[in-house]
């Protein structure tokens, strides 16, 4: 009887380099207006460096991916009510950065930040976001904070699907 080489599923691990050079390459392209249309130049605002002071001003930061320790810290602050609303009146919150790294949840935490700008605003308050540490050296390609020793580049039942 003879065997077939079947060809094994494609995962993080054995993914051909060739493929991630062809979806960094597709992105740029697709980014710079090559492939997708162009769309119309919205002028951008100057970045605001300065603020007036605020009556209450809070700092948070390292949320470092843990959704709930995140939306803890913002309940100890009195700046989201039982239903994760926010609930700061005119306060101005900045996060300070390290969003990223050791959680699973950096995405979750960054929708429920722009949620909270948006909310925030409509009551006289604000929340400011800067990059960290953790996120200045993710955008340079210095991942060496990214993944935890404990941790896997890929997760187990990470595969792709043809």
Known sequence: ?????QPSPLTCENLPSFLYSFVDTFVDFSVSGIFLPQQQQIPQKTLQTHYPS???LV????LHGDLEKSKQAFRLAGLIDGSDRWSGGSTTVVQIGDVLDRGGEELKILYF???LKREAVKTGGQLITLNGNH???NTEGDLRLAITLSDSPCPSNFNFSF
């Open 1 to 5: 009887m003879e065997q077939q080489n």
């Open 54 to 56: 605020p009556d209450r």
């Open 59 to 62: 700092a948070i930061g390292d």
């Open 113 to 115: 930040l722009e949620k």
């Open 135 to 137: 996120e200045i050296m």
